[in-house]
């Protein structure tokens, strides 16, 4: 159980600790998830990332699946939320956004109802438990 042959196309992990990053790409690895997983560290590169994709030129490819920080530098995950319904990128509903978060605070979670893109928060790193949920209820139809 757990092992998913690579379901998804590619998962975008938006992070500025390369230690949750390092733990959360193997384990999705591992779990063979993703045939492909890339590496943000702050929102404003995972904006222009995803507005590149959008442009569908095919050498970026949209993410099925984005974990995104909530306290990072540069463009944390709030601005990246507000970035990325100003520019159109929500338009295309097959992205499944979830939070991660080392410290989510009641405040920082009731700021995250304002965003319909935004399925749940996770906390820091993420689990086996976590990545089977996570793939039973967003993406039960192509395992």
Do not use: C, W
Not at 41 to 48: F, L, P, T, V
Not at 79 to 94: K, M, P, T, W
Not at 101 to 122: C, G, I, M, P
């Amino acid at each position: 159980m757990g092992n998913y042959n690579e379901s998804l196309d590619l998962v975008m992990l938006v992070d500025d600790d390369d230690t949750t990053n390092y733990l959360n790409e193997r384990l999705l690895k591992e779990m063979q998830v993703a045939k492909q997983i890339v590496v943000m560290k702050n929102g404003r590169e995972a904006i222009d990332y995803l507005k590149t994709a959008a442009t569908g030129n095919g050498t970026v490819i949209s993410p099925n699946l984005i974990f995104l920080d909530i306290k990072m530098p540069v463009m944390d995950g709030f601005s990246f939320l507000e970035e990325y319904q100003r520019a159109g990128l929500d338009a295309a509903d097959q992205v499944v956004i979830l939070m991660l978060t080392s410290s989510a605070s009641f405040y920082d979670l009731e700021r995250l109802r304002n965003y319909k893109k935004v399925k749940q928060h996770f906390s820091k790193a993420l689990t086996k438990h976590d990545v089977r949920e996570i793939m039973k209820e967003y993406f039960s139809t192509i395992s």
